[in-house]
């Protein structure tokens, strides 16, 4: 872990020296979560502090863990993470505002927690949206040959009902099955996997918060038993199953056709965007007011400083939109390209295929041609019957005169 330095000069002098420049940078200092199993609270968090940096700019984060439990993640590669003190107060002098949830029930002058705006650490997680993105999290995959899988977090002991329906989902949908969670729990899981002929794939079970992001981002479906899971899937794309004790086998089928079908998609919380707005506002002037200064002392020249930083901040910001928009335009059209070659492909491969038959035909009464023709050489032409037998004719009428002669002769004799 790191201790952090001050950056910011004592009150009175800073006020002095930072009229040229509108205000001197905000040293923010965000503790992160280390209570959950899944680090959903850890993704959440640092999405938190990717919103704070944007909206209150220019903006120092420091990231913290606290010190009664051993971090997690605490080699995050993408962070500078330090250790929170046991007296956070001696952080005073170095942080102008601690953020964090739980720290209401502290007694820190200087210290925010997201509550005040009834901001949970569930409704933080609906902020990975924006921080997650599906292009950005591609390189972060654990396992990029299972992307678009049925992730099954197997953290508990999913029934042999769970195991039937996804062996039967994955076989009708034709894709692969991936677990999370632990080693002993993905071998339970995977033997009932093998009863129906299905396989699956362990991604590991100690991935990295952006690694674990990017599996949920990019996967066909969530099924899990942990709401925090189920959570961010929903969040992320709506395609989440989540087991419950009266999850039967026509729930869990109908759960995972309308997840991968995209039927049920969660309703965006309408009211975290004034609330994030109102928790930004309350780190600035609990900064400034430590700073003694408040919003309202702001002189001329510093509001237009500091317009234009939040101009500049915004536009790096919209630049990058625009470059992920991008990307995901040049994504889209290259999906419709490979589509329409799909579509060209199969046209031909069914034009192929009737000339197959065609061809098929023409063999077959070829074949059967080249049969007669050497029944007929090795027994000659076929006979019909004759459909009159003339001789029993002549016979019979024979027969009839003879007895019309005797009868005359009967007849004239006694005359």
Same mark, same amino acid.
């Given at each position: 872990?790191?201790?952090?330095?001050?950056?910011?000069?004592?009150?009175?002098?800073?006020?002095?020296?930072?009229?040229?420049?509108?205000?001197?940078?905000?040293?923010?200092?965000?503790?992160?979560?280390?209570?959950?199993?899944?680090?959903?609270?850890?993704?959440?968090?640092?999405?938190?502090? +990717?919103?704070?940096?944007?909206?209150?700019?220019?903006?120092?984060? !420091?990231?913290?863990?606290?010190?009664?439990?051993?971090?997690?993640?605490?080699?995050?590669?993408?962070?500078?993470?330090?250790?929170?003190?046991?007296?956070?107060?001696?952080?005073?002098?170095?942080?102008?505002?601690?953020?964090?949830?739980?720290?209401?029930?502290?007694?820190?002058?200087?210290?925010?927690?997201?509550?005040?705006?009834?901001?949970?650490?569930?409704? +933080?997680?609906?902020?990975?949206? &924006?921080?997650?993105?599906?292009?950005?999290?591609?390189?972060?995959?654990?396992?990029?040959?299972?992307?678009?899988?049925?992730?099954?977090?197997?953290?508990?002991?999913?029934?042999?009902?769970?195991?039937?329906?996804?062996?039967?989902?994955?076989?009708?949908?034709?894709?692969?099955?991936?677990?999370?969670?632990?080693?002993?729990?993905?071998?339970?899981?995977?033997?009932?996997?093998?009863?129906?002929?299905? +396989?699956?794939?362990?991604?590991?079970?100690?991935?990295?918060?952006?690694?674990?992001?990017?599996?949920?981002?990019?996967?066909?479906?969530?099924?899990?038993?942990?709401?925090?899971?189920?959570?961010?899937?929903?969040?992320? !794309?709506?395609?989440?199953?989540?087991?419950?004790?009266?999850?039967?086998?026509?729930?869990?089928?109908?759960?995972?056709?309308?997840?991968?079908?995209?039927?049920?998609?969660?309703?965006?919380?309408? +009211?975290?965007?004034?609330?994030?707005?109102?928790?930004?506002?309350?780190?600035?002037?609990?900064?400034?007011?430590?700073?003694?200064?408040?919003?309202?002392?702001?002189?001329?020249?510093?509001?237009?400083?500091?317009?234009?930083?939040?101009?500049?901040?915004?536009?790096?910001?919209?630049?990058?939109?625009?470059?992920?928009?991008?990307?995901?335009?040049?994504?889209?059209?290259?999906?419709?390209?490979?589509?329409?070659?799909?579509?060209?492909?199969?046209?031909?491969?069914?034009?192929?295929?009737?000339?197959?038959? &065609?061809?098929?035909?023409?063999?077959?009464?070829?074949?059967?041609?080249?049969?007669?023709?050497?029944?007929?050489?090795?027994?000659?032409?076929?006979?019909?019957?004759?459909?009159?037998?003339?001789?029993?004719?002549?016979?019979?009428?024979? &027969?009839?005169?003879?007895?019309?002669?005797?009868?005359?002769?009967?007849?004239?004799?006694?005359?």
């Amino acid at each position: 872990m790191n201790s952090i330095e001050s950056t910011k000069t004592a009150p009175t002098e800073t006020s002095q020296k930072s009229e040229p420049t509108g205000r001197e940078t905000l040293n923010v200092g965000i503790v992160l979560p280390n209570d959950e199993r899944h680090p959903v609270g850890w993704l959440a968090t640092r999405a938190l502090g +990717t919103e704070i940096e944007w909206r209150n700019g220019p903006v120092d984060i !420091h990231w913290f863990v606290e010190q009664s439990t051993p971090p997690l993640w605490a080699d995050d590669r993408t962070l500078t993470i330090n250790q929170l003190p046991e007296d956070i107060n001696e952080l005073e002098s170095e942080l102008d505002v601690i953020l964090g949830h739980g720290l209401a029930n502290k007694e820190i002058e200087f210290g925010i927690d997201p509550a005040v705006v009834e901001l949970t650490l569930h409704d +933080t997680a609906a902020l990975l949206t &924006r921080y997650l993105l599906p292009d950005l999290t591609q390189a972060n995959h654990p396992a990029p040959s299972l992307r678009e899988s049925i992730v099954v977090d197997v953290s508990n002991d999913l029934s042999e009902t769970v195991a039937t329906e996804i062996a039967r989902h994955a076989l009708s949908k034709t894709i692969p099955i991936s677990l999370i969670g632990s080693g002993a729990e993905q071998s339970r899981f995977a033997a009932k996997l093998q009863r129906h002929n299905q +396989t699956a794939t362990d991604v590991g079970s100690d991935l990295d918060p952006d690694e674990f992001g990017a599996l949920i981002q990019h996967a066909a479906v969530v099924v899990t038993e942990d709401p925090a899971v189920q959570h961010l899937a929903q969040v992320l !794309h709506g395609r989440a199953v989540f087991i419950t004790e009266a999850s039967d086998s026509q729930t869990i089928q109908r759960d995972l056709w309308s997840a991968t079908s995209g039927i049920s998609h969660p309703q965006p919380d309408t +009211t975290l965007e004034h609330k994030i707005q109102r928790l930004a506002e309350i780190v600035e002037q609990t900064a400034l007011l430590r700073l003694d200064r408040t919003i309202s002392d702001r002189t001329a020249a510093q509001e237009r400083e500091r317009n234009r930083q939040i101009v500049t901040l915004h536009e790096r910001q919209a630049i990058q939109w625009n470059q992920q928009r991008r990307r995901s335009k040049q994504t889209i059209d290259r999906m419709r390209e490979d589509l329409l070659n799909l579509e060209a492909k199969l046209g031909i491969a069914e034009n192929e295929v009737d000339d197959n038959r &065609r061809a098929l035909r023409a063999q077959h009464n070829r074949l059967n041609q080249l049969e007669m023709d050497i029944a007929e050489r090795d027994q000659g032409p076929a006979r019909l019957q004759r459909s009159v037998d003339w001789s029993s004719v002549v016979a019979q009428i024979e &027969r009839d005169a003879l007895k019309v002669l005797h009868w005359l002769r009967r007849q004239f004799g006694k005359g």
